[in-house]
């Protein structure tokens, strides 16, 4: 079964900090990665994915997030952050390949993330 | 483009009564889904449909909830009869196909 682990549950921080935010996963296959932002009142938007290529991926809004396979982690980074980046970030998990046709997305808890201007 | 639509945002209902929800996915996607998420969770799928046929319905509680996508576009989920534990935002997503999903705003359901 698939499991998704977000290291922090609520993260504060000043505006023009840098930000990283963990996320781990175990699944035993190849799998497709996804970070999702819901800001305050709104629904859950897709910021980054990772299928395959190149790890490191850039999302909307500055946001990056780098694949570790060894690692089986999936952090998400910016380098700046600013008041607007308040929201609640989900790290997803879905297979890349089902025989069954099911791809359900697995989330991590959640993380707060709380941006004093 | 439209996004994902649903309704109601909100419904507070008390125990043993009945609920449903509606979904109306972003058009031409052919797969469906329904995800519960409780107060400090992440989204769980409850169920997955793949043009009107369920691909997976694991974790739906089969017992009190049912769902249905009849002509393959629009859904419903139902809820009969509600606990207190159902209490939770029901969100529908929708895909091309294994791709990336798109998240309606959900329905609140408080059971009092």
């Known amino acids: 079964a698939q499991s998704v682990s977000q290291h922090n549950h609520h993260v504060i921080l000043s505006e023009a900090a840098s930000l990283e935010l963990g996320c781990n996963y175990s699944y035993g296959g190849t799998v497709n990665l996804f970070w999702y932002v819901q800001y305050p009142g709104q629904h859950l938007q897709l910021l980054l994915k990772?299928?395959?290529?190149?790890?490191l991926v850039k999302g909307i809004k500055g946001f990056e997030a780098e694949f570790i396979k060894s690692k089986f982690s999936f952090n998400l980074r910016k380098p700046s952050v600013q008041w607007s980046d308040t929201a609640e970030y989900f790290c997803a998990v879905s297979p890349s390949y089902s025989g069954a046709g099911s791809y359900q997305l697995t989330f991590g808890k959640g993380t707060k993330l709380s941006v004093i201007p | 483009e439209a996004g994902v639509a649903q309704s109601p945002r909100y419904k507070i209902i008390e125990k043993r009564q009945s609920v449903a929800f509606w979904c109306n996915p972003i058009s031409g996607h052919a797969t469906l889904y329904w995800y519960q998420q409780i107060l400090g969770q992440g989204p769980k799928l409850l169920i997955q449909f793949q043009n009107n046929g369920v691909v997976d319905d694991s974790q739906l509680p089969k017992d009190r909830f049912s769902a249905e996508r009849l002509k393959g576009v629009d859904s419903t989920l139902k809820i009969q009869p509600a606990k207190l534990e159902d209490s939770a935002v029901y969100l529908c997503?929708?895909?091309?196909?294994?791709?990336?999903?798109?998240f309606g705003a959900g329905t609140r359901l408080s059971v009092l």
């Open positions: 997503a929708s895909s091309l196909m294994a791709e990336v999903q798109y």
């Open positions: 990772y299928f395959s290529g190149d790890p």
